[in-house]
């Protein structure tokens, strides 16, 4: 097995993902959003969160910000932009994926350091993709409308190839995991327990499900290891596991890299008596096959020593949107159009009727000189100051304690 620095051994794991999350946390304002989602939901129970207005319930991402959104395939090897983690998603009000939207690409916009009125301007934009994915959701917003940086992430994506995954999160194209910075040793308990997921035929059918593979396809594990990633996920049990299917693994095609996550309960606010699965895993699932049917039919809800979680298989066409630096085009560009997939994904739960009462709602509340509702105003430049000072008061704590 090939080894670095930076090996964590099972017993100081939490210890050092914590410090990993604050480290990651002070890096910039951005991903101090995106790492800082429970902070997110307080404010949603404050007297402004607790007045917003409404919708259908339908099942939300409930975490909506930039990074959650990008490129997936299909088991057909299908690509399109659309939500891509579902830990906090919920049945509950779509209103909530708005505003965290909203605040994401407010975030973006402050740190390529572009004036104010960039953020109305994406606002307006953001509200008039939103509905016009409302009105006709069969209509799904087209590739020429999104931003240039958008079309470039989409066109990679369109290219990759299971090498292009391997040397982007194992470095190397090799049947091993190397133990460094990211991925840690696991425990015997946890390799036995891995070992016995691959051996059920639902995880297997799963695997030998894709596209290029039979049914009747052996799937054995390669190599496995704990896996530090994401940011607000730190702390969960994760786990990366290279896998040998068929008789092509005898070459690089023949790999394939699985994510098992840890599910915990989602502090997403719900609808009251909402019809949702009580394990977590299973929310996870369901609430996936309901908003990005292309990742939701490549998971299953399951259970790793005794824990909730969630299997899935990583595509190489599966990328994140990386929009840390962006003109001002860009930034509208990319509301209108990342607004509408979530709308999509939204209206395809609603009947007309609702769909065209949650757009009547939508559009009351507008001042004539800023085309967007009062209310995603407001809580936008809210969240945006609190947030801030939060990052501010995060990196001098951060510096107090002693920053690695």
């Not at 020593?305 to 190489?316: F, I, Q, Y």
């Amino acid at each position: 097995m090939k080894t670095s620095t930076g090996i964590c051994p099972p017993q100081r794991r939490q210890a050092v993902l914590a410090e990993r999350r604050r480290l990651k946390m002070a890096c910039s304002a951005h991903a101090y959003v995106r790492g800082s989602t429970l902070k997110f939901y307080e404010w949603l129970d404050s007297s402004l969160g607790r007045s917003l207005p409404q919708g259908p319930p339908v099942w939300i991402c409930g975490d909506c910000h930039l990074g959650n959104l990008g490129p997936v395939a299909d088991a057909k090897g299908r690509v399109k932009i659309a939500i891509r983690d579902l830990d906090q998603t919920v049945i509950g009000n779509p209103v909530h994926d708005l505003i965290r939207l909203g605040l994401s690409l407010a975030t973006a916009i402050r740190g390529s350091d572009l004036p104010g009125v960039t953020t109305a301007l994406m606002l307006e934009q953001m509200i008039e993709g939103y509905e016009v994915a409302l009105a006709d959701p069969g209509k799904r917003p087209r590739k020429s409308d999104a931003p240039a940086s958008v079309r470039h992430v989409l066109k990679r994506a369109l290219k990759r190839r299971w090498h292009h995954l391997a040397e982007e999160r194992i470095e190397d194209v090799r049947p091993e995991i190397p133990m460094g910075k990211r991925f840690w040793p696991v425990t015997q308990a946890e390799k036995k327990e891995i070992q016995r997921i691959f051996k059920l035929a639902e995880v297997r059918d799963l695997i030998t499900s894709l596209k290029d593979r039979d049914k009747g396809d052996d799937v054995e594990v390669v190599d496995a290891a704990y896996w530090m990633k994401g940011c607000s996920s730190l702390g969960r049990l994760r786990f990366a596991v290279l896998l040998g299917v068929g008789k092509k693994k005898k070459n690089s095609e023949g790999f394939c890299l699985v994510d098992i996550k840890e599910a915990v309960p989602a502090a997403a606010p719900h609808a009251a008596n909402a019809p949702m699965p009580r394990d977590y895993a299973k929310r996870v699932v369901e609430g996936a096959r309901k908003l990005s049917p292309y990742l939701g039919q490549r998971m299953l809800p399951g259970h790793f020593l005794g824990k909730s979680a969630v299997t899935r298989e990583l595509l190489p066409q599966d990328l994140k949107l990386e929009m840390d630096q962006l003109t001002r085009d860009e930034a509208i560009g990319a509301a209108r159009f990342l607004a509408s997939v979530v709308g999509e994904a939204h209206a395809e739960q609603m009947d007309k009727d609702e769909r065209m009462e949650w757009r009547t709602c939508l559009k009351q509340n507008r001042s004539k000189k800023l085309d967007a509702p009062s209310w995603l105003w407001t809580s936008v430049v809210q969240l945006v100051a609190s947030h801030e000072s939060a990052y501010l008061e995060h990196c001098r704590e951060y510096a107090l304690n002693g920053a690695k």
